[in-house]
């Protein structure tokens, strides 16, 4: 098998599981990077070869997230695919954590954006914790007014699920679709097409330094914030994790670090 087939059976395999085309671009180049770089005939890969490239994408200084990535690319062509059984013990991800805002700050970057539909799709982020590429995929069909419900479908890991909407944004996305189709997406840019990820960061930019924030705010930092609100709530994390679409309540509980600086402000009864 050479380079040409290896890359044309991973781009085969992951079509069949339905990965997102995110996952089979990052699985084939990488795939493609490593037989490039080895020379190598994709059967005659060891478990060492693996390493040792690896071992060099360390001392070029890639991150732990980028290594992890990589071998999870390697593995599955090699595991998978050809049937090997390599294991190789790579550093865990740390999970930082997340930068969040406070209502004040919200409201703050809020009021500086004038346009009815950015600041519509601000709000969305932050009232229903939708991750950036989820609010630009939205159709309408996915909206249930009086039941204030998103349906999110074929999110991360082309999995569905259900999310919630204020009574305030059931109202606003009402009326900002009512001469949509079903079938339309909800946000469009002049064209009438679904609008880039790259264009509403450049938004979010722009509201940052006109609202003097100081902190590095981006999409996904009004994700984080409505998690993290919803958890000094009350709400039990299980139902956020839900919410959120994490396949598992480790990833969710992140947010108990950003919490716990609301229980510093307790005071003790002692006091």
């Known amino acids: 098998m050479n380079q040409i087939d290896a ?12 990965f997102s085309p995110l996952t089979s671009k990052v699985y084939t180049l990488y795939n493609s990077q490593f037989l490039t770089r080895t020379q190598l005939v994709p059967e005659q890969v060891t478990q060492d070869d693996i390493k040792l490239y690896l ?40 999970r930082s954590t997340p930068q969040v805002l406070n209502k004040e700050e919200i409201k703050r970057l809020f009021n500086v954006v004038l346009n009815p539909k950015h600041r519509l799709m601000f709000e969305l982020y932050y009232g229903s914790g939708l991750r950036l590429s989820e609010a ?20 991360k890991g082309g999995k569905d699920r259900m999310t919630i909407m204020s009574q305030l944004m059931s109202n606003k996305l009402k009326e900002f679709t009512k001469y949509k189709t079903k079938d339309g997406f909800v946000f469009v840019n002049k064209q009438g097409a679904p609008m880039s990820g790259r264009s509403i ?18 999409i996904h930092t009004l ?46 009864p002692l006091e």
């Open 201 to 218: 960061q450049k938004v979010i930019e722009k509201a940052k330094v006109e609202s003097n924030m100081t902190k590095d705010v981006h």
């Open 55 to 94: 071992a060099d994408k360390m001392d070029q200084g890639l991150s732990t997230k980028s290594i992890a990535l990589i071998k999870s690319a390697l593995l599955f062509f090699y595991n998978d695919l050809l049937g090997k059984k390599i294991e190789i013990k790579t550093p865990k991800i740390k």
């Open 223 to 268: 994700r984080h914030s409505f998690a993290t609100h919803l958890l000094e709530a009350g709400v039990d994390i299980r139902y956020i994790q839900v919410l959120l679409g994490h396949s598992s309540l480790e990833t969710t509980q992140i947010y108990t670090n950003v919490s716990n600086n609301e229980l510093k402000k307790i005071n003790s």
């Open 136 to 155: 630009l995929k939205l159709k309408v069909k996915h909206l249930e007014f009086d039941e204030k419900v998103i349906w999110i479908r074929d999110g």
């Open 7 to 18: 890359i044309n059976k991973i781009k085969i395999e992951v079509r069949l599981r339905g």
